[in-house]
């Protein structure tokens, strides 16, 4: 089945589920205003009421959720598992903006989510941040709450670059940001930088890593600029009025970030993605590139769960609605095949740092990964221990290795 429609959660033996680790992720789609590069599924809102609505709403995903594991109302899911859900091992609150709701709210939902599943006693919980929508205060009750992990979007500390991107922080308000939460016990603390911004030079990524590191994180996201033509930063390149992205450019400042972070002790794990050592990884992303199970919930939040994907209504109102009716708000889903998972395990598994077995590649990928060592795109000494493992060079070119590994 594929590209399944409707309001019902698919099905699937779920006998397995969750026995590697089971991820929650929280969608709340509220931010004070929208970035002209952001094509995600969010709303502007300042009405409180909306925000309590949406908090309402989530709950009862939450306990209809729980209902299908537990093998409620018909031998649903969880029948497969003795009746119990599987341990939460990490908590991922994304958005939008998830400090758009108060500290209380989020403890709230952590909170619900602890009493129906639970969570494992060790669990990863993150949320991100905009820097200008936390305090010490709020940070302070996120931590006591068990929040370990916080990850703020910083992307720049160049004023021209924050204006360009409509970020709504001011310089300097990111670093002390993360000052404050490593002030309240977070036990692991990131931040996200955007390079290859138009008029972004070279010294403004640098100083930009420079004050990232500087503020005592264990982890960083560099992500190159990437224009939607849906978004208000795509319409006014069509016009003309700002530059596209180069991609010479945005490839000289991965390798800045690469050198930066590696003298600073950091080490990638995924392409985008370094960490001081093992534990300041996000192993909650962990869990998406390594094929494991999780369950989304908000609007537009996406599961995976035994070879079965879905996904929930957009908007917030039909959301809403669907839960007010005791319907499960899906908007379509499909099972997996045999190859899709084979295309997903190659796709994700050679952005790891590990990379992935060679066993895995069919024999014509087998003829285009040797030819790949050859280029310098994958690691000699990796691939004679039977492993497929990315070169600096390879990251730079990292989707067209993976197409080719995809015959």
Not at 67 to 72: E, F, I, V, Y
Not at 386 to 398: F, S
């Amino acid at each position: 089945m594929r590209g399944a429609q409707g309001s019902a959660l698919p099905t699937a033996p779920l006998a397995s589920a969750g026995t590697g680790g089971f991820g929650v992720y929280v969608h709340v789609p509220f931010c004070a205003s929208r970035c002209g590069y952001c094509d995600f599924n969010t709303y502007t809102v300042g009405d409180p009421d909306e925000r309590e609505a949406y908090v309402t709403a989530l709950y009862a995903d939450l306990e209809l959720a729980r209902r299908t594991l537990c093998g409620h109302g018909g031998g649903g899911w969880g029948s497969h598992r003795g009746g119990g859900p599987p341990q939460v091992t990490t908590v991922f609150f994304g958005g939008g903006t998830p400090t758009m709701l108060a500290a209380e709210d989020l403890a709230r939902i952590l909170e619900r989510i602890d009493a129906l599943w639970p969570l494992a006693g060790d669990a990863e919980v993150t949320t991100e941040a905009n820097p200008e929508t936390v305090t010490p205060a709020s940070l302070a009750a996120l931590r006591s709450a068990g929040f370990t992990r916080i990850s703020f979007g910083m992307q720049s500390t160049a004023p021209h670059v924050l204006a360009l991107l409509d970020r709504r922080h001011a310089p300097g308000r990111a670093e002390a940001a993360v000052g404050e939460a490593i002030e309240a016990g977070f036990e692991h603390v990131s931040v996200d930088l955007i390079y290859g911004t138009p008029g972004e030079s070279a010294g403004d990524f640098a100083a930009s890593l420079a004050a990232a590191l500087a503020s005592g994180i264990d982890h960083l996201s560099a992500y190159s600029l990437i224009v939607e033509e849906s978004t208000r930063l795509g319409a006014r390149m069509r016009r003309g009025e700002v530059p596209y992205p180069d991609d010479d450019v945005a490839a000289d400042r991965y390798l800045l970030a690469e050198q930066m972070l590696t003298d600073a002790g950091f080490q990638w794990y995924e392409v985008s993605n370094w960490a001081r050592d093992a534990g300041g990884r996000c192993h909650h992303n962990l869990t998406y590139w390594s094929g494991g199970d999780w369950w989304g919930f908000g609007p537009g939040a996406h599961s995976h769960v035994a070879g079965v994907r879905w996904w929930n209504v957009k908007h917030p109102a039909a959301y809403r609605a669907a839960l007010a009716a005791g319907a499960a708000p899906v908007e379509g889903s499909e099972v997996l095949t045999a190859d899709d998972r084979h295309i997903e395990a190659v796709l994700l598994g050679v952005r790891l740092a590990e990379g992935l077995p060679a066993s895995v590649l069919r024999p014509g990928a087998v003829r285009e990964a040797q030819a790949a060592v050859a280029e310098g795109l994958l690691e000699a000494a990796a691939w004679r221990a039977g492993r497929v493992v990315l070169t600096l060079r390879g990251r730079l070119l990292a989707d067209a290795v993976v197409r080719r590994l995809i015959p």
